[in-house]
């Protein structure tokens, strides 16, 4: 007993050293590098939206795989004086594009097309995005906002273990697209230190010019004559006229929650919002964490509401949205009608509901509490892992491959297995649908979480998950983040499941019951980024260790 309750001991300091908290404020992002920045905006009286921007231009120096300047996002705020709101800055589809510009003679997509060349490179959002935060939100002036991120590229990254991996993973694809020149074409070691000069200057040149640097400056035509060389479509046109969006958040209340996350063209907050309310009559907490039938409750809704993802959902200034349809209480009662613990519902009986496939892991997210209360959630990303790979090596970025992210063809799953439809078909001007799901949470009109993920298409339950670990299972911030983690996205008819998650029992009671348990597919699901406000104010973190994930806070 007693050599049990040293070891309990133990283990006890060991989760307590890895929980951080703070009174003040907190940053949690992919990145040591990156959260300290915020952090220190903060600490200089910069708000938590002045944190943002210099959290975002970090990122993309610490963490090139999915932070960037070059992609774009969204952003759910909520101010200290409780008013909510969202940013949408993803990327929108040139003028020149078409519906079947990723079509062969036979209507066929053509691999690889959407994916790794310039016509792959979406309009950027993320420099708009910063400038109309700023000019809304932020308190210290933008210089001092840019200066972290290009003393950072100018001293550069000592590269860690998953750094390295990132590189080794798709070095020989980057080389191939951009030759032996870039600087990704060198041998890296753990420790090395890569810098970013030309990024530096890059960022030097945003910084005294604003805005128009990027979108109608050197910086632009430098762009648009790389991507013109490598066979793009994109103009200056599309880069002058590209806006960044203020639109009405999507909320909904779960038992006592009161959440709010981002509307389309994301489809994080509808489907969020309708596996929430699929399963809010049932006794979650009673079910147990992780159990066969917690497995079984949340794969069928989530299966219901990604089936309503395929069909209904897209941009919102070319596509009726039919949301209030969408979170109706009779319709997703009829949703789960079908629903029994005995078995399994099929995906191939299951389509879009009558009313009146995996989108890319490599995706970055940060959430930001400041010393005033106002909190900023934030996702963003190039699409796939260095985006099309293609990199800019006069600007020091790489380009972003969103346009993937349309249907290319209705019906058929693109590169990462989310099949699409009309809703979401290429059209010029148009956002692509994503999974980005940044969500604030309030219980008793007081903030209470602030959370978000990359994973592509596991994004929406990873957060949904995060949610009811916290609110259905009683854990701790940090706790709920490295929970074990499972995800079902209609199609494939499979239930993806990090290993180690259920014993082999339990596999085998799914299976008998009609459920295609996956261990190998999603070896990692979600990287969350969270932060819990408790009942004494103070920020508790959460900081995913399936990557390099760190928490400032003081």
Known sequence: MRRFSLLLLLFSCQLSLAQVTAKKAMVVSAKKEASDIGLQIIRQGGNAFDAMIATQLALAIAYPYAGNISGGGFMVYRKANGEKGTLDFRETAPKASSKDMFLDKDRNVIPGKSTETALAVGVPGSIAAIY???????????KKLFEPAIALAEKGIVLSE?????????????IRLNGINTIYAKSY??????????????????SKNGRNEFYKGETAKKLIAYL?????????????????????????????LHVTTMAPP??????????????????????????????????????????????????????????????????????????????????????????????????THFSIVDSFGNAVSVTTTLNGAYGSKLYCDELGFFLNNEMDDFSAKPGVPNYFGLTGSEANSIAPGKRMLSSMTPTIVEKDGKLFMVLGTPGGSTIITSVLQTILNVTEFGMGMQQAVEAKRFHHQWLPDSVMI?????????????????????????PVIGKVDAILIRKDGTKEAGADKRGDDAASGF
């Open 228 to 256: 013109k060389a490598k066979g793009g479509i994109m103009t200056l046109s599309d880069l002058e006229s590209y806006k960044s969006k203020w639109r009405r958040p999507i909320e909904f209340y779960y038992k006592k």
């Open 266 to 363: 994301s489809s994080g907050g509808i489907c969020l919002g309708q596996i929430l309310k699929m399963i809010e009559s049932y006794d979650v907490k009673s079910l147990g964490h992780n159990s066969e039938q917690y497995i079984q409750l949340l794969t069928e809704a989530e299966r219901r509401s990604y089936a309503d993802r395929n069909h209904f959902l897209g941009d919102p200034d070319f596509t009726n949205v039919p949301k209030n349809q969408l979170f109706d209480k009779n319709y997703l009662k009829q949703r789960m009608s079908g629903f029994s613990f005995e078995k399994a519902t099929k995906s191939s009986d299951v389509s879009h509901g009558e009313i009146a496939f995996s989108e890319s892991d490599e995706t």
């Open 498 to 522: 990090e290993p180690g998650t259920l014993s082999s029992e339990q596999i085998t009671n799914l299976e008998a019951k009609g459920y295609k348990i996956d261990e190998k597919y999603a």
């Open 132 to 142: 109309d935060i700023h000019a809304k939100f932020g308190s210290l002036p933008m």
């Open 189 to 206: 070691k753990i420790g090395d230190t890569i810098r970013f000069p030309a990024l530096a200057e890059t960022l030097k040149r945003i």
């Open 162 to 174: 998953k750094d390295i991996r990132h590189i080794e993973n798709n070095q020989k694809d980057i």
